[in-house]
């Protein structure tokens, strides 16, 4: 690719890497991940609904926009609390959380946005923390080094610590915030037309690729030693998956991108992972030196039984457990 594709300066986005890798960052360009992260003015969640309200005990809260800001309001009825929102954490697909600054401290609203009640609810963690007053009511006061593992993992570029630098910090889970060196690379590509060397997540065994995923996603040490416990966990992918009796950390057919294209958005469908399953489960598995099982019910639909949708309380959507088992009704929670 000639050298005069890439301006200077040049940010590691899709648009970026397009001419030489477009498979990719067609797909990418729209996902979640690219997304994870926006501004509140440009959230599209708080431009399409320009006033959301709830009330939670004793405390009333409005979110409102006001000349392109979003502004949470809090009142207990005699006094009120008003405070510009920063960012909105989220794509949307659950739901969107905000963050707000005052005294250049970082809270975390109380209140998030939830897709599957078009509206506010307690945020997720806030469950068993009585606030005592109306900024305790507003938000959950978040330490320096938290907001920079945050927005290292809804942005690129961040520099977490010893406090989150955003200077050249890009909204959304951009190329370089997963390819590391891909700056490198592209400067080498841009400079020279020939290519500088990147770490190859392809290579990755599965238990490399949980880890590396669960820089974000959690991995089963974290959860392991720190919690959550019970169904707050479900979210934590690499922590359930660790747990399932086929998993290999050595087994490439188990990890992550086995059956995600980190590159394109989520797979909704279950049926679009029966061929996964199959790579494992399956005659023709068998033939070629598998050891696994194969089902006795079925072979459509494999997720909808050993990876069910469980509900998470509060977040008002349900969540697919990725510890693969014989799952039973009425059966208690793994873990």
């Given at each position: 690719?000639a050298?005069?594709?890439?301006?200077?300066?040049?940010?590691?986005?899709?648009s970026?890497?397009?001419?030489?890798?477009?498979?990719?960052?067609?797909?990418?360009?729209?996902?979640?991940?690219?997304?994870?992260?926006?501004?509140?003015?440009?959230?599209v969640?708080?431009?399409?609904?320009?006033?959301?309200?709830?009330?939670?005990?004793?405390?009333?809260?409005?979110?409102?926009?006001?000349?392109?800001?979003?502004?949470?309001?809090?009142?207990?009825?005699?006094?009120?609390?008003?405070?510009?929102?920063?960012?909105?954490?989220?794509?949307?697909?659950?739901?969107?959380?905000?963050?707000?600054?005052?005294?250049?401290?970082?809270?975390?609203?109380?209140?998030s946005?939830?897709?599957?009640?078009?509206?506010?609810?307690?945020?997720?963690?806030?469950?068993?923390?009585?606030?005592?007053?109306?900024?305790?009511?507003?938000?959950?006061?978040?330490?320096?080094?938290?907001?920079?593992?945050?927005?290292?993992?809804?942005?690129?570029?961040?520099?977490?610590?010893?406090?989150?630098?955003?200077?050249?910090?890009?909204?959304?889970?951009?190329?370089?915030?997963?390819?590391?060196?891909?700056?490198?690379?592209?400067?080498?590509?841009?400079?020279?037309?020939?290519?500088?060397?990147?770490?190859?997540?392809?290579?990755?065994?599965?238990?490399?690729?949980?880890?590396?995923?669960?820089?974000?996603?959690?991995?089963?040490?974290?959860?392991?030693?720190?919690?959550?416990?019970?169904?707050?966990?479900?979210?934590?992918?690499?922590?359930?998956?660790?747990?399932?009796?086929?998993?290999?950390?050595?087994?490439?057919?188990?990890?992550?991108?086995?059956c995600?294209?980190?590159?394109?958005?989520?797979?909704?469908?279950?049926?679009?992972?029966?061929a996964?399953?199959?790579?494992?489960?399956?005659?023709?598995?068998?033939?070629?030196?598998?050891?696994?099982?194969?089902c006795?019910?079925?072979?459509?639909?494999?997720?909808?039984?050993h990876?069910?949708?469980?509900?998470?309380?509060?977040?008002h959507?349900?969540?697919?457990?990725?510890?693969?088992?014989?799952?039973?009704?009425?059966?208690p929670?793994?873990?």
């Amino acid at each position: 690719m000639a050298a005069a594709a890439y301006p200077a300066g040049a940010v590691i986005t899709p648009s970026a890497c397009a001419p030489c890798h477009r498979a990719e960052t067609e797909g990418f360009a729209g996902a979640a991940m690219t997304h994870a992260l926006s501004s509140a003015r440009d959230s599209v969640i708080l431009r399409g609904n320009p006033k959301l309200v709830v009330r939670l005990g004793e405390y009333s809260y409005e979110i409102a926009r006001a000349g392109g800001e979003s502004i949470l309001t809090v009142t207990d009825g005699k006094e009120t609390l008003r405070v510009p929102i920063a960012w909105a954490f989220g794509q949307g697909a659950v739901g969107q959380t905000f963050v707000f600054k005052l005294e250049d401290r970082w809270y975390e609203s109380r209140v998030s946005y939830f897709s599957g009640l078009a509206g506010l609810d307690l945020t997720l963690g806030m469950e068993n923390i009585t606030p005592h007053n109306l900024l305790e009511a507003a938000g959950r006061l978040a330490g320096p080094a938290e907001m920079g593992l945050c927005f290292d993992c809804h942005a690129t570029n961040v520099v977490k610590s010893p406090a989150p630098d955003l200077a050249a910090m890009t909204e959304g889970v951009q190329c370089g915030r997963c390819h590391q060196g891909s700056e490198a690379h592209l400067q080498a590509v841009r400079a020279r037309g020939t290519s500088a060397p990147m770490r190859k997540l392809g290579e990755l065994s599965a238990g490399e690729m949980s880890d590396f995923c669960g820089q974000c996603h959690r991995t089963w040490s974290q959860v392991a030693v720190r919690g959550p416990r019970g169904i707050e966990n479900v979210r934590f992918q690499p922590y359930r998956l660790a747990n399932s009796k086929c998993y290999d950390p050595a087994d490439r057919r188990i990890r992550c991108t086995a059956c995600h294209d980190p590159h394109r958005d989520l797979e909704t469908s279950p049926a679009a992972y029966d061929a996964k399953c199959a790579a494992c489960h399956s005659l023709a598995a068998r033939r070629n030196g598998a050891s696994t099982r194969l089902c006795r019910v079925g072979v459509r639909d494999c997720v909808k039984c050993h990876m069910p949708k469980l509900d998470l309380l509060g977040a008002h959507r349900k969540f697919t457990d990725h510890w693969i088992r014989i799952a039973k009704p009425n059966h208690p929670y793994p873990d």
